[in-house]
């Protein structure tokens, strides 16, 4: 079985702090994804990836960065916390640009007070 | 761009009905389709994927069709059950996903 990890559950942060949320797949799979979903708005692509050290702005990329040094793990940064990055943010991976089945981690709900 | 919209937003069934699950695209040039299942607080779980040259899927008590012409899919639910109460979302894309923003199912003993 496919298995998407991600670091926390639930994080509380500072309005101002920088924030990593770390994402690791054990599938080698050469796509990786960050969405948010808030309620009423859904799932919003933030950034993606589909290889090492390669990355691409999905729909909503303000205000976060990117990093992917190895394959199996995929990292989201906030590089200056705000209240309206309050979100439950998911990461997913999948095998192929062709297949694109996603599989999802369980999610991390971050607070910013 | 591509805008993906599912109806209803939320559904309540009594246990054992067939039910039927809506969602509708703008742009038909899709590759694939996939049907998601969303438990309370939890991340997303696949449960069907139809590739554009598809019409359907099938896995248990599901089946997921497309229409591209149209720009519809449907996931049919049979013989309901409480344990298929979750959020389900339609997802469409080439490379990258566009979402629905799902409808809430809730089916009672």
């Known amino acids: 079985d496919v298995k998407v990890t991600q670091s926390s559950r639930y994080l509380v942060k500072r309005t101002g702090e920088k924030v990593f949320l770390e994402c690791v797949q054990d599938?080698?799979?050469?796509?990786m994804f960050w969405y948010r979903q808030d309620p009423g708005l859904g799932l919003r692509l933030i950034y993606f990836?589909?290889?090492?050290?390669?990355?691409e702005k999905g729909d909503i990329p303000e205000g976060y960065s990117v990093s992917r040094e190895k394959k199996e793990r995929f990292s989201l940064i906030l590089e200056s916390a705000s209240t309206n990055q309050t979100s439950m943010y998911l990461c997913?991976?999948?095998?192929?640009?062709?297949?694109?089945?996603?599989?999802f981690g369980p999610g991390t709900r971050l607070l910013v007070l | 761009k591509q805008e993906v919209t599912q109806i209803p937003a939320a559904l309540s069934v009594p246990e054992g009905e067939n039910l039927v699950l809506n969602c509708s695209f703008t742009?038909?040039?899709?590759?694939?389709l996939q049907w998601f299942r969303q438990d309370p607080g939890k991340g997303l779980t696949s449960l069907l994927l139809?590739?554009?040259?598809?019409r359907e899927q099938t896995s248990g008590r599901l089946n997921a069709s497309l229409d591209k012409s149209s720009g519809r899919s449907t996931l049919y639910i049979a013989a309901s059950q409480p344990g298929d109460s979750a959020t389900y979302l339609c997802?469409?894309?080439?490379?990258?996903?566009?979402f629905g923003k799902g409808t809430m199912l809730l089916v009672s003993p």
């Open positions: 997913a991976s999948s095998a192929t640009r062709e297949e694109e089945t996603q599989y």
């Open positions: 599938m080698d799979h050469e796509n």
């Open positions: 990836s589909y290889d090492v050290k390669m990355k």
């Open positions: 742009d038909s040039a899709i590759y694939n």
């Open positions: 139809i590739q554009s040259s598809q």
């Open positions: 997802a469409v894309g080439f490379r990258t996903l566009t």
